[in-house]
């Protein structure tokens, strides 16, 4: 008798130890599903390009991502935290690590290139997709 407890309680944690884990997997598969859907661009068909602009003192890559959803239609209706994770990506740096003087690259659209100012900051560079 005292056995066949030891045996039901073995498998009564195996059997917890099992549902934890399962549990740890859902949890991270939806943790994951969750980060891929905010990382994904919301516009991957959109053909685009790229112009050039240089930081300003004290600017921030945030401050730069609400202006460009504010003007670029590119980035129309976009979080700013998914346009500053494009910016780092296009770009190859840490929002940390920006200053002033330093010349980044900027996704506009394609069809818009004849909107931009400076036609000369324009890198006619083709879709990176």
Not at 43 to 61: A, C, G, M, W
Not at 89 to 117: C, F, H, M
């Amino acid at each position: 008798m005292n056995k066949k407890l030891k045996s039901r309680k073995i498998k009564k944690k195996y059997y917890e130890i099992f549902i934890e884990i399962i549990t740890y997997i859902i949890i991270g598969s939806l943790f994951y599903c969750i980060l891929d859907y905010i990382f994904t661009p919301k516009h991957p068909q959109v053909s685009y390009t790229f112009k050039d602009y240089e930081i300003k003192t004290n600017e921030r890559l945030w401050d730069i991502a609400e202006r460009e959803i504010q003007n670029n239609s590119y980035y129309e209706n976009e979080e700013v935290r998914q346009v500053i994770y494009e910016i780092e990506q296009d770009n190859n740096i840490n929002s940390n690590r920006i200053k002033a003087g330093q010349v980044i690259k900027i996704r506009i659209k394609k069809d818009e290139l004849s909107n931009v100012t400076d036609q000369s900051s324009i890198d006619n560079t083709s879709n990176r997709n």
